[in-house]
C-alpha cells in the first residue's frame, strides 16, 4: 500500500501554484495591448472610407438581436483588416461613469450640436454599415482618454 505524505506535498503544492500565477501575471503584462489576444487595430484604414479619430453615422445592430438596428453616430478607433472597430456616441448621461468617457461639443470638427459621451465597449462593422462621415475629434488628449479606457472584455464583433 502506499503511503501519502500529506505535510511534505503541501510545499510542492505551493510552488506550483506561485509559479501559475506568476506565469499568468506574466503573460499578462507581455501581451499586446489594444484589444484581446486576436484583435487587430494597427491595419491602416482603406482611403476614401473612415479614418480613426472620425465620427460617422453608422448602423449599428443590437447586441441582443444582431438582426435589429439603430442608425447612431459612431467613433472610429481602428480598422482590422476586415472592418472597423468604433465605440457608440450618445447624449445620454451614463449611470455608470466607468462606462463612458465625456466629450464636449467643440472637441469634434465640426462641433456637434450639444455635449455628449462615448462608450467605451468596442464595436466591429463591416464597411457597408457607415452611412456618411460626422467629421472628426479634433484633440489628441480626448483620444487617448477614450483608448486608454476601453471595455474590450464586452466587445461585440458583427464580422466573426
Excluded at 21 to 37: C, K, S
Excluded at 108 to 114: F, H
Amino acid at each position: 500500500m502506499i503511503a501519502i505524505d500529506f505535510a511534505g506535498l503541501l510545499p510542492v503544492l505551493a510552488v506550483l501554484a506561485l509559479l501559475g500565477g506568476l506565469g499568468y501575471v506574466l503573460y499578462r503584462r507581455t501581451r499586446p495591448r489594444g484589444g484581446p489576444a486576436g484583435v487587430r487595430l494597427d491595419v491602416p484604414p482603406p482611403s476614401g472610407g473612415p479614418q480613426i479619430g472620425e465620427r460617422w453615422w453608422v448602423d449599428v445592430p443590437h447586441q441582443d438581436d444582431p438582426r435589429a438596428s439603430k442608425a447612431r453616430p459612431c467613433m472610429v478607433i481602428g480598422y482590422s483588416g476586415k472592418g472597423y472597430w468604433v465605440l457608440k456616441c450618445t447624449t445620454q448621461a451614463p449611470r455608470e461613469a466607468h462606462w463612458r468617457v465625456p466629450v464636449p461639443a467643440d472637441r469634434w470638427n465640426p462641433p456637434a450640436d450639444k455635449d455628449g459621451f462615448v462608450d467605451l465597449v468596442p464595436f466591429h462593422l463591416p464597411r457597408a454599415r457607415f452611412e456618411r462621415s460626422l467629421g472628426r475629434l479634433g484633440s489628441a488628449s480626448t483620444y487617448r482618454r477614450i483608448t486608454t479606457g476601453l471595455r474590450w472584455e464586452r466587445a461585440a464583433d458583427f464580422i466573426g
